[in-house]
Structure formats: C-alpha cells, structure tokens
C-alpha cells in the first residue's frame, strides 16, 4: 500500500505542475454559464477543495458535473486519485506486458485484430519490402506509442526509395507496420477520413466477461488518425443505433456532424452486437487482466480489435453530457464485482 501511496502523491503533484490555465478557465466559464452564472471564483474554489479532498481534476469536475452532485453521488465516481487503486486491484502487473507493446498485442491477439502486419525489429529490408508490395497502404507506428502519436500513412505506390522508408521506421522506432483497416461504409458515411475509434470496457467476474460500457470517437475534421483532440463521442445500444447525445469535449451537442452533415439520427451500425461479443471472447484470454479498454473499429470484413489498453479510461463514461446520468463509472465496476470493491481500500466506498 505504501508504494500505491507514494504513487498518489506523485500523480496529484505532477496533475498540479501540468494545469492548463486557458483550459481550466474555459471550463469554468462554461459551467459558470450552465449554472446561472454562478461565481467563477467559487467554482474555482469548489475545484481546489474537490480536488483536495477526493483526488479530482478540473477536466473531469465539469464532465461529471461535480457542482450539482452530491456526496452520496460523489462516491460512486472515479478519480484520477482512486483509478490507479482500481486498476493494481484487478489488473495483475505481471501481464499488463501484453497490452503494453503493439507487436507483442498483435502476436498474442493475432485472432481477434484480423489483419496483416510485419515486426521491424525481426524482420529484413527484404522481407519489408516483400510486405509492401502485398498492400496498396499500410500504417507504421510506434509499438508503444499513445494517442495517436508516432503513426504515419504510407500509400505504397508512392514510395520511391522503400530501402530509405525501412530506415526512416526503424530510426523513428515505427517498428510495427500493419496493413490498412478499411473502415464500413456505415462509419464512412459520417466520416471516411479515419478509422474511427469505438472503445469497449470489459470487466471480468467469476471467469465471465462483462461490458461496462462503450462509446465511439469520432474525428471532427480531415485527420486521417484518431488524436487526443476535441473530437465528437456517442455510445451504441446491441442494435446498432445512438444510445446517448452525441458530444465534444466541451458538451457541446450535435444533431449531425460538422464535415459530412450525416445525421446522427440516421446512424445504424450492423456489427455492434459482434464487436461487443468479440471483446468479451478477447477479454478471457488474458484473465489476469480483468479490467480493459478495447479500441475497436469496424472495417468491410466486421469488427476487428485495434488494440487493448490496461489503462481503459474513465472520463467520457462519467461525462453527465453524454446520458445525463447522475452517477459515475465506480458504479458500474461495483455493479458487477459486488463487495469485493471494498478491496480497494477506496475511502469513498461505504
């Protein structure tokens, strides 16, 4: 316990060091605004004591609405303090390994992410070039890279020189190089310039595999790789459609979105009950790992797994935006694992 301790306090004092000043004002104008103009300077205040007393950010103040919650709803929300407590209960560190690098995921999950690639690291300029010429455009990224970042486009008949391309990737450390996802006419319908995002959450209980909940990001713009940006987020019910309002960072709530003009009213989506079943089977493989964020997207062949996180994110989930629900992601872990929450040594848990 002393080390998640330790752990804690330097989180919250990095979180401190690395405050985004514009961005926290802008948020508290917008729930300043939300609220009847209510003091700036005391919702600066309730942010300070929030996150004082239970480990919250400004970012995830706003998204849960913490201004209007009570205490007995406080406690069923997670927080940056808490979430790192949640995951060394359920996730076995031994493992997370697996997660962890890109090529050893794909090796280990080669069944579930349904598409070619080729290992930088195990293979020769030769056999790189002998990939190439099997696909017309292929992504190279950094095995450990987050957020998008270290990710490039190649359209291979463009490619001059494919002996400086494989020197480029492994200067770069791009050593994982995939074949591309062609994304479902249904999702390029709302935008066709990335393979958007849909993340699912599983948890496992008793050798069974539980959804805790979805959502799909989506690109605002021309991107042609999902960001960590203001993009646009919606949940899926088993049959397909729009569960929740559709919403961007700021709460900001669209009808259709801004590039395509696709209604999201009109969005039906065939394979999500097969995307959510595909995440339960993967989630069995690696048990030890109970608790994970899969990135799915669904590409013309059905749902195929991007990748899976250890670290699956809570924020958008306790978004009040998105379901106008008045409690937090804590709930949903509780609602399947029960008292064994209590393990957590969580002190909002009663």
């Not at 752990?7 to 917008?30: D, G, P």
């Amino acid at each position: 316990m002393g080390d998640i301790m330790k752990y804690e306090t330097k989180r919250m004092l990095k979180k401190i060091k690395s405050i985004n000043y514009k961005k926290m004002n802008k948020i508290v104008n917008i729930i300043s605004e939300n609220n009847n103009n209510k003091s700036k300077l005391y919702i600066k205040f309730d942010i300070f004591r929030n996150f004082l007393k239970r480990g919250i950010g400004y970012t995830d103040y706003f998204r849960g609405d913490y201004i209007n919650l009570t205490n007995e709803e406080k406690n069923t929300y997670v927080t940056a303090k808490s979430f790192y407590r949640i995951m060394h209960y359920l996730n076995n560190y031994d493992y997370v390994y697996i997660f962890h690098d890109k090529l050893i995921f794909n090796k280990f999950f080669k069944e579930y992410i349904k598409r070619d690639y080729i290992n930088l690291k195990k293979c020769t300029v030769d056999q790189f070039k002998d990939f190439l010429d099997k696909h017309d455009v292929v992504f190279a990224k950094d095995p450990v890279g987050e957020c998008g970042h270290g990710i490039k486009k190649i359209e291979v008949a463009k490619v001059k020189d494919k002996d400086k391309l494989y020197e480029e990737f492994i200067n770069n450390k791009q050593f994982l190089v995939e074949e591309e996802i062609i994304q479902s006419d249904e999702l390029n319908e709302i935008n066709p310039n990335v393979v958007n995002s849909f993340r699912v959450v599983t948890l496992i209980k008793d050798g069974q595999a539980y959804i805790l909940n979805n959502a799909l990001r989506v690109n605002q713009d021309k991107a042609n790789v999902i960001g960590c940006t203001n993009d646009l987020y919606f949940s899926f019910a088993e049959d397909g459609t729009i569960d929740s309002n559709v919403i961007d960072d700021y709460g900001n709530v669209y009808e259709e979105h801004p590039l395509t003009g696709k209604k999201f009213s009109e969005v039906k989506v065939k394979d999500v009950k097969e995307a959510f079943e595909l995440c339960k089977k993967a989630a069995l493989e690696v048990q030890e790992v109970r608790y994970v964020g899969w990135d799915v997207a669904f590409s013309n062949k059905g749902p195929v797994i991007v990748e899976g996180n250890e670290y699956p994110g809570y924020g958008i989930f306790q978004f009040y935006k998105l379901k106008n629900k008045k409690y937090g992601h804590l709930k949903e872990i509780q609602d399947v694992i029960g008292n064994e929450v209590k393990n957590m040594n969580l002190k909002c848990v009663n």
